[in-house]
């Protein structure tokens, strides 16, 4: 509950210098307010702003202390201020009561006691307190600068850690932008009528997507689903009706307005830094200006619909798109978003947007009085939250850059900072992820596409494109994606003279694929050493690139330093090698040997190296005796030449023996895949130099950068001598490495059938892998018969198991035709009950069209196109060849859509009715057509005599199926084979219809031109080809220039008496509107007088609605009105 704060008495003050702090009646005030000790640290104080008729009265108030972590509601009834503070130098009083004599609630502000205090506030707050105070009701409000004894750091801290909370609780945000001035009404009411515009336009293109969807679905809906759709088709029409005709949506704003609200966006509450977490937590938001005030929501959508320019105005485009962004998320954030149960101050939570290193990329250039703020001004929206940095003013700049370096990144990374600047100098470990290739600004974003490393894991990932937030400092070509040793997310850097510069601290790894990331994340070894440079004051866009060379002559090599002369060429030598750029690398690793031997003594620890010779032996070519790397080869990287790694390579056990010998480290890893010699070695099949790498302390468990051990290279290569002596060795059988597959994985993947059985005796049969793979999953799928058998017969592999998408091996050994091994575990199967568990009904997604399962097992085959499988099945086994999957479809169909011509003569062959037909009387002629596939097609008809001009439940042909897909092909082979080319559905609508209706210009261009069809038949509703390249896509634009050019009539009307020039106005396409002009003035003048056919247009429209409504029928047909 509320109480009041009473004041502490205060020394006289010098009011010599304060002349202005005069009461209402101009006589000097009792004394300055002094704040009393909040009486627990969680509490915060609220301003109850009392009334007053007269604006011009002096503001009288009263400082409340609330509880707020006692409340379990996730909304609070105050309201929150959001505003600059202005210019200190001017400042007025306010008047805090603090007696209680209001018993009977009675508001008294509007005299003064003897108990006014007063509080000097800067002229903008004491100006947005006017505004905001009532005639008649109390307000309560929190204020940072009233609410907060700002001379009390632990205090300032304590709340100011606490702000996004306390701003998330409020009821209401309101954000105060000054007084009235350059226009500022003029422009908060033109956003208001533009936002209301783009509304009503939103509504509009939502109905007519929702009817062209609906539409464009009708031929691949079962019947079931038409109820579910009406609903949709129903409302949408309403919608649609209500928004009445169609116009030009575009919000046009004069010269003055644009001026205008530029004046209003230039102002400082848009460019200063803390206003973003105040709008960011805001469930409401409230934007006043003057006595004009208008929503958050309203405010947003009225900047997106003006669509203003921002070219001579560049500092704008970078402030307020993104602060639209965070106020549109205000009306649409759930109120129990922030909440976090039983949180006190104490203890703040965040809104979790992204990482503070995120947040500062994005915002570092926003402004803040004290350069603290540019950093707890972003705690508070940040995942890691403000609990990981605590708010302290007493803390200087350097010491602040250094805590947010290690927050952004890790603690595993050495920080300094540099002559007082926002700039950190960080040195560490590191992983170079990829390249980025491409570059591209889309508004205020930015995409990228990278390159990855081209090995494992980085050959999963996509190349993008990647969505950047905006930034000062944007990514270019050739910028390297690195992951830093203990960060969470990855880091862009751009290479310079021996360092590089930091362009985004934080970039979230796997474009915020979870998968992706813990992969990258759990395979991560750091092999470079790098030298950074993040400049939190980098200059803005378009100026000159900063000089760093300075600061780097700074970092004096040092013996004791890691970064000494010869370690700093040597690290960045490799750095440069690793993305790439060998001829820069060679000579900056050969100076790296210059300085070795000047500072051998100093720099030999950190290097590792026992002498010069040592380290020059890793950059020679390997002794005579491997063939493999000859003089002429070319180092890629040289680490690939450490020497023990040479020798196991290619199997020299002797000379891996003399290496060992003069200390060559054992676990010496390459640059590429971080492989040890024993890796090398046990995949090269050397049984000596394993062992003596075994009797060295070689780890037998070494995992390269695809979690590989040496057993699973062993296993690979197929060296059962090997394998055999790591098992006993103690080798892990269970060991998983890429794809999380273990050894036995391996093995029945590449059919090492002897390998099976050696490591299937010691368990893991049922392992699964990635996927749900088990290992005879892997051994069907490859076909491999000899392994599934000893899988089956002798290990006991579950024949019935599953993967992740529901395939057994029996149906993996189908879809990739290996007929023997279909053929094995059909046999497996003893009796009936058995064979019904290998081939259960309902399979997997693994399908070259369809997104749905195929019933059986023929099903299966015949989709995947495995001729001697469908004949096993079919022939052999009995398989029912009419049996009726998703749709009703055969497999018969499955194999005619899919092209499959080998599998199509089979069944037919082995008697599969050739006239079975699916959902809407779907033959398998209109699936081979509508597919596209030629072949099928002319052996259903020229070889197993089908009716060319089969009709459907909808009255389509093949030729119309053909040519609504655009499979020109088809359609000039059915032509050939005699299709009806005038052929029509029972509303006329033939193939140039459906050619026109899906854009396919070509198909046009030949049915009009070289088969000449009717270019103004009648089709549905008294719709002409023109009428449907008329209603405006991208597809249908060059269609409909080819029908004018051909003489198409612009002048024919359908049955609701439009042209198609009124029917290209539904959705406005200047281009197609003016292709569809009339070619003579007047010509068009009679629509204007069709008022009867208008009203019986109008009831047909309601009768097909009420059609619709009863009995679900006829709805594909109102997205025409």
């Not at 974003?445 to 490393?453: G, L, M, P, T």
């Not at 994985?745 to 590449?750: K, Q, R, Y």
């Not at 220039?1041 to 049955?1055: F, H, I, M, Q, T």
Request: hydrophobic share 40%; proline share 5%.
């Amino acid at each position: 509950m509320a109480t009041l704060i009473r004041s502490q008495s205060v020394p006289d003050l010098d009011r010599a210098s304060d002349t202005s702090l005069l009461d209402h009646k101009g006589q000097p005030s009792s004394c300055a307010y002094c704040y009393s000790p909040l009486s627990q640290p969680d509490n915060v104080r609220l301003l109850r702003l009392m009334p007053h008729a007269d604006r011009h009265a002096p503001i009288r108030c009263q400082l409340l202390e609330y509880p707020l972590q006692e409340t379990a509601q996730a909304t609070h009834l105050y309201e929150a201020l959001s505003y600059v503070w202005g210019s200190v130098g001017n400042r007025l009083p306010i008047y805090i009561r603090t007696d209680d004599d209001d018993k009977n609630g009675t508001p008294r502000a509007s005299r003064s006691t003897n108990s006014d205090q007063y509080l000097l506030v800067t002229t903008n707050l004491h100006a947005a307190l006017t505004h905001l105070r009532d005639g008649f009701l109390e307000r309560i409000i929190w204020i940072d600068a009233v609410c907060i004894n700002q001379q009390d750091g632990v205090e300032k801290g304590r709340q100011v850690q606490s702000m996004a909370r306390i701003y998330a609780s409020a009821s209401r945000v309101v954000v105060w932008l000054g007084e009235a001035a350059d226009g500022s009404d003029r422009a908060l009411e033109a956003l208001r009528q533009a936002a209301g515009e783009q509304e009503a336009a939103y509504r509009r293109e939502l109905a007519l997507e929702t009817l062209r969807r609906v539409s464009r679905q009708e031929a691949k809906l079962p019947i079931k689903r038409f109820e579910a759709y009406n609903g949709f088709v129903s409302q949408a029409t309403k919608d649609l009706l209500e928004a009445g005709s169609a116009a030009d949506v575009a919000v046009t704003l004069d010269e003055p307005t644009q001026q205008a609200i530029f004046a209003l966006l230039e102002r400082p509450w848009f460019g200063r830094i803390w206003v973003l977490q105040e709008v960011a937590a805001a469930r409401y938001l409230l934007v006043k200006c003057g006595v004009s005030t208008v929503d958050g929501t309203t405010f947003s959508l009225g900047l997106d619909a003006a669509q203003l320019s921002y070219e001579g105005h560049p500092a704008l485009h970078r402030l307020i798109p993104p602060l639209i962004r965070l106020i549109q998320g205000a009306a649409s954030r759930p109120q129990c978003a922030t909440i976090m149960p039983q949180t006190s101050l104490s203890r703040p939570f965040s809104l979790n947007i992204c990482s503070i290193g995120e947040l500062v990329d994005r915002f570092r250039t926003r402004k803040a009085t004290n350069p603290l703020d540019r950093v707890y001004a972003l705690l508070g929206m940040s995942r890691e939250g403000p609990g990981m940095l605590t708010v302290d003013y007493a803390e200087s700049w350097e010491n602040l850059v250094l805590k947010l370096v290690r927050l952004a990144l890790s603690d595993r990374m050495a920080v300094e900072t540099w002559g007082g600047r926002a700039l950190g100098v960080i040195r560490g470990k590191g992983r170079m992820l990829g390249l980025v290739s491409y570059t591209e600004f889309r508004g205020d974003s930015q995409r990228i596409k990278i390159s990855w490393k081209n090995e494992f894991p980085f050959r999963a990932l996509p190349s993008g494109p990647y969505i950047l937030q905006p930034s000062t400092n944007p990514v270019q070509r050739k910028d390297r994606l690195v992951l830093l040793q203990g960060a969470s997310e990855s880091t862009i850097i751009r290479v310079r003279e021996g360092y590089s510069e930091v362009i985004r601290i934080a970039v979230p790894l796997g474009n915020g694929n979870d998968h992706y990331a813990a992969r990258l994340r759990s395979n991560a070894v750091f092999p470079m050493s790098l030298l950074l440079v993040w400049d939190l004051d980098r200059p803005e866009i378009g100026a000159e690139d900063p000089d760093y060379e300075p600061l780097m002559k700074d970092q004096e090599p040092d013996e004791k330093e890691l970064f000494g002369m010869a370690a700093k060429m040597w690290n960045f030598g490799n750095l440069l090698n690793e993305v790439g750029d060998c001829d820069k690398a060679k000579p900056m690793i050969q100076a790296a040997l210059e300085a070795y031997r000047t500072f051998s003594q100093g720099i030999r620890d950190q290097l590792g190296h026992k002498d010069p010779a040592e380290l020059d032996q890793k950059l020679r070519p390997p002794p005579s005796h491997n063939s493999a790397v000859g003089p002429r080869h070319r180092l890629k990287n040289p680490r690939d030449q450490i020497p023990l790694l040479l020798a196991a390579k290619n199997g020299d056990a002797a000379a891996a023996a003399l290496l060992l010998d003069e200390g060559a480290g054992i676990e010496s890893t390459n640059g590429r895949d971080l492989r040890t010699a024993l890796s090398w070695a046990a995949g090269h099949g050397s049984g000596a130099l394993v062992r003596l790498l075994l009797d060295s302390g070689a780890v037998i468990e070494a995992g390269d950068i695809g979690g590989w051990t040496p057993l699973h290279w062993a296993i690979f290569y197929g060296h059962e001598a090997v394998v055999e002596l790591l098992l006993d060795r103690g080798a892990n059988v269970e060991a998983k490495g890429f794809m999380n597959w273990t050894p036995l994985h391996l093995a029945a993947e590449n059919g090492h059938g002897s390998l099976v059985s050696l490591l299937g005796a010691r368990g893991g049969v049922e392992a699964e892998a990635e996927f749900g793979s088990r290992p005879l999953h892997l051994a069907a799928m490859n076909g491999h018969e000899t392994v599934v058998k000893l899988l089956v017969k002798e290990l006991g592999a579950e024949k019935t198991a599953k993967d992740e998408e529901g395939l057994t091996p029996t149906e993996l050994a189908i879809k990739n035709g290996h007929e023997a091994v279909v053929r094995l575990l059909l046999l497996e199967a003893s009796t009936e009950a058995d064979a019904g568990a290998v081939l259960p009904l309902q399979y997997g997604t693994h399908t070259p069209l369809l997104s749905y399962k195929p019933e059986t097992p023929l099903h299966l085959a015949a989709q995947s196109g495995q001729e001697t499988v469908v004949r096993l099945l079919a022939g052999e086994q009995g398989a029912d060849k009419e049996a009726k999957g998703p749709s009703d479809r055969t497999p018969l169909h499955l194999a005619a859509m899919n092209g499959h011509v080998a599998v199509v003569r089979v069944l037919i062959e082995l008697g599969a009715n050739k006239h079975v037909v699916a959902d809407f009387g779907e033959s398998v002629l209109h699936s081979a057509a509508a597919h596209g596939h030629e072949a099928v097609v002319r052996l259903l008809v020229a070889e197993c005599g089908l009716d060319v001009d089969l009709v459907n439940s909808r009255g389509k042909v093949a030729l119309h199926e053909a040519a609504g897909s655009g499979h020109e092909a088809v359609v000039r082979t059915l032509l050939a084979l005699g299709a009806n080319r005038h052929a029509a559905t029972e509303e006329g609508d033939t193939a140039l219809h459906e050619a026109t209706k899906a854009g396919h210009v070509e198909i046009v261009r030949l049915l009009a031109v070289k088969f000449g069809l009717d270019l103004d038949a009648v089709g549905a509703l008294g719709q002409r080809p023109l009428h449907y390249a008329a209603f405006a896509t991208s597809r249908t634009e060059e269609v409909t220039r080819l029908l004018v050019e051909l003489g198409a009539d612009k002048s024919a009307r359908d049955v609701q008496c439009r042209t198609p020039r009124d029917v290209a106005s539904i959705v406005p396409r200047e281009n197609i509107i003016s292709l569809l002009s009339p070619d003579t003035d007047g010509q068009d003048t009679e629509r204007h007088a069709c008022h009867r056919c208008q009203r019986e247009t109008d009831k047909e429209l309601e009768a097909l609605k009420d059609q619709v409504i009863k009995n679900g029928e006829g709805w594909e047909k109102l997205w025409l009105y």
